[in-house]
């Protein structure tokens, strides 16, 4: 390691060398597992919550919203609060669900990221490794908190508004905020100070055909759901609002007409208003986080101790998941559970792919670091 002193507050600075940036429990090593590791969490949950939890909890709401319609056609104030309530419920239980699936993959990103940018970081690697080990613990803890938030609620809190699953959750976001923020602080102090300029990195040279495949696919898939958003905009978002007021002021006008035919069919236009809003909106989101993660992974082949032939196929694997994933999901209104199921199974190939490469990066043993070129890896 070479070192570099400053007479700053931070001490001496080590800079980061070939032979060390990827050693085992380095800070980049812990990064880019705890980021994969957060990823392939977070979207086995998001297949398991998509399964068994998102669609059965939309009917309930659905049925809820019913209810209280019917309920105020009735006159019944007590019951329509009572559905009302209920309604809040299950959409809380959503909402912490996807939050904890959203959250694990987005700091699994940001892992990712951080990991790239080590080689600017002027820190010490100790400083550096604490750092890593200080965002990974919270970003686990946050949406683990999240997701308790249900199920905990105010018990035993010190606080009226606030339960225990929100400070822990909150702690752990404070967590990952300050790592980041330290971070920052190590690349900005590496731009003040020229002497401390970073060595060349292996990774970023790194131009394998896996890394390729997935850059393009993954810029495709950026692109794709651009497009798509763009599009969404331009021609159903303002007419999805529209619908959106007016079947809600439907909704209550034949109520207080005491209309229950009506009602029933304003509820339903509803529901389906929403099912339309929500598989656009996931299209969407899901096209260009792929390809982010397609992008990021593609930075990373180098470390992946699998063969060449291996690590194509684990790439058009991934691209072929994240591509399936989005458009069945766009296709469920007209094809029902079978565009689900097809969506679901995405999903799992992408998942699949990302556990090899993780189990590939787990089997590095320094082959780029030493400059070799050949990985000399079985698959």
């Known amino acids: 390691m070479a070192l570099m002193v400053d007479s700053g507050r931070l001490g001496t600075v080590v800079g980061i060398d070939a032979e060390s940036a990827f050693r085992p429990m380095s800070a980049r090593r812990l990064l880019v597992l705890g980021g994969i590791g957060l990823i392939l969490v977070g979207m086995l949950f998001g297949d398991i919550f998509a399964v068994f939890v998102l669609h059965q909890n939309a009917a309930k709401v659905g049925e809820s919203l019913s209810s209280a319609a019917h309920a105020a056609v009735a006159g019944d104030a007590r019951a329509v609060a009572l559905s009302f309530q209920a309604v809040g419920s299950f959409l809380e239980n959503r909402g912490t669900k996807v939050d904890t699936h959203v959250h694990m993959i987005a700091f699994g990103y ?21 750092l890593a080990w200080t965002f990974l613990f919270g970003a686990w803890l946050l949406p683990v908190g999240v997701f308790l938030i249900h199920y905990v609620g105010l018990a035993y809190s010190p606080l009226e508004a606030i339960g225990w699953a929100s400070i822990f959750a909150d702690f752990g976001g404070a967590l990952v905020i300050l790592a980041t923020l330290a971070y920052l602080f190590g690349v900005a102090r590496r731009f003040r100070r020229p002497e401390w300029a970073a060595k060349e990195d292996g990774l ?11 850059f393009a696919g993954g810029l495709g898939l950026v692109l794709l759901g651009f497009l798509h958003g763009a599009y969404y905009a331009g021609v159903d978002l303002y007419r999805h609002e529209a619908l959106d007021y007016s079947l809600l002021s439907e909704m209550t006008s034949t109520a207080a007409a005491r209309n229950g035919t009506a009602v029933d069919t304003a509820v339903g236009e509803y529901g389906e208003l929403a099912g339309e809003k929500a598989v656009n909106i996931a299209a969407h989101a899901h096209a260009i986080e792929f390809g982010l993660l397609a992008m990021l992974l593609g930075f990373f082949q180098g470390y992946v101790r699998l063969c060449e032939s291996w690590k194509r196929n684990w790439a058009w694997l991934l691209l072929l ?18 565009a689900g199921g097809i969506a679901d199974a995405g999903g799992l190939l992408v998942i699949l792919a990302l556990l090899a490469m993780w189990i590939g990066i787990v089997r590095y043993t320094g082959e780029m670091d030493a400059g070799s070129v050949s990985m000399g890896a079985r698959g």
Do not use: H, I, Q, Y
């Open 204 to 214: 970023l040279a790194d131009r394998s055909m896996a890394g390729r495949v997935l």
């Open 321 to 338: 998941g994240s591509l399936v994933l989005p458009v069945f999901v766009l296709l469920e209104l007209r094809l029902g559970l079978l």
């Open 110 to 130: 940001l892992a990712l990221m951080l990991a790239l940018f080590e080689p600017w970081v002027a820190l010490r690697e100790s400083t550096r490794k604490n």
